[in-house]
């Protein structure tokens, strides 16, 4: 998709869904994300009352998902909602998966297409480095434009919770809505959507954040006007955040290849579309449990 891309399988089919969880060792109480082609798709499936409607128009096909509550008899296998009576849904706007999913006309589970935690892919040939022979085809859509996964909101009556920052960012949304919400994406045990867990998206190297002077022997992943030094990638020298946020995996997974024991990672302005970065960041650099 336009963000990362993503590990599909059939919605309604808890085989399909089943071999996804198998594929990336992902924990079972750790939702997905359903992908459809237009919120007319998606009110066969989930109830969108007119704050989610306000929001949908606002931002599908686009980088922005809704938990909402599920109808009765939807036909979402409960795998993909954890047993929950809610369900993340977002329609895409890249012009493959879009396709896609016209083509298939029905919904699509997609979490990003890497082993659980680890950094997100960016292009066809990170899923085929992550997976191999283990997916039966991949759809080569060229680099990912984001890079960063959607932005998830919990949409509850008229209370509206941020759980995932991402490109369609706080004040975009606030802009919409006309009001403050609240934001709910500290790390939890008990996730409502992905992205909520404290380990992930994160290298096999040991990150430290907030450098300004990597160590010797640190690969260093900077941003903004800064000397080149040996194993160092800039997100941006421009200092854009939006550039800085469709660098980020692929250069952490750059990185990550070099095979050093810690990425030392410059400050990122925590305004924007920096504070979706400085998430992801922040929970690379958390421990393995």
């Known amino acids: ?86 369900v993340a849904i977002r329609v895409p706007i890249h012009p493959v998966a879009h396709q896609l999913l016209q083509k298939f006309n029905g919904p699509i589970a997609a979490p990003s297409a890497n082993k659980s935690g680890h950094i997100s892919p960016t292009t066809a040939q990170h899923v085929d480095d992550e997976f191999g022979n283990e997916v039966g085809m991949i759809i080569d859509g060229g680099p990912c434009i984001n890079g960063l996964e959607s932005t998830i909101v919990k949409v509850e009556n008229d209370q509206l919770i941020l759980l995932r920052p991402g490109n369609i960012t706080k004040e975009r949304i606030e802009e919409v809505l006309d009001t403050k919400i609240e934001a709910g994406n500290k790390p939890t045990e008990n996730p409502v959507a992905p992205g909520q867990l404290k380990s992930h998206y994160a290298p096999n190297a040991k990150m430290r954040l907030n450098v300004l002077e990597p160590e010797k022997g640190e690969a260093y992943l900077s941003f903004g006007d800064m000397k080149q030094r040996k194993n160092m990638l800039n997100l941006s020298e421009n200092g854009d955040l939006e550039e800085a946020a469709a660098n980020l995996f692929l250069m952490m997974r750059s990185l990550d290849q070099l095979g050093l024991n810690t990425i030392a990672v410059a400050p990122v302005p925590n305004d924007g579309i920096g504070v979706a970065i400085n998430d992801r960041l922040k929970r690379a650099a958390a421990p393995k449990d």
């Open 1 to 86: 998709t336009e963000t990362v891309y993503g590990l599909g399988a059939d919605a309604t089919n808890k085989d399909a869904v089943a071999k996804i969880f198998a594929a990336k060792n992902r924990p079972s109480f750790n939702p997905l994300i359903v992908h459809l082609s237009s919120i007319e798709m998606a009110e066969k499936y989930v109830e969108i009352k007119p704050l989610a409607r306000k929001l949908s128009d606002a931002f599908w096909p686009g980088p922005f998902t809704m938990v909402l509550p599920l109808k009765e008899n939807s036909g979402i296998t409960d795998l993909i909602t954890a047993g929950l009576n809610t």
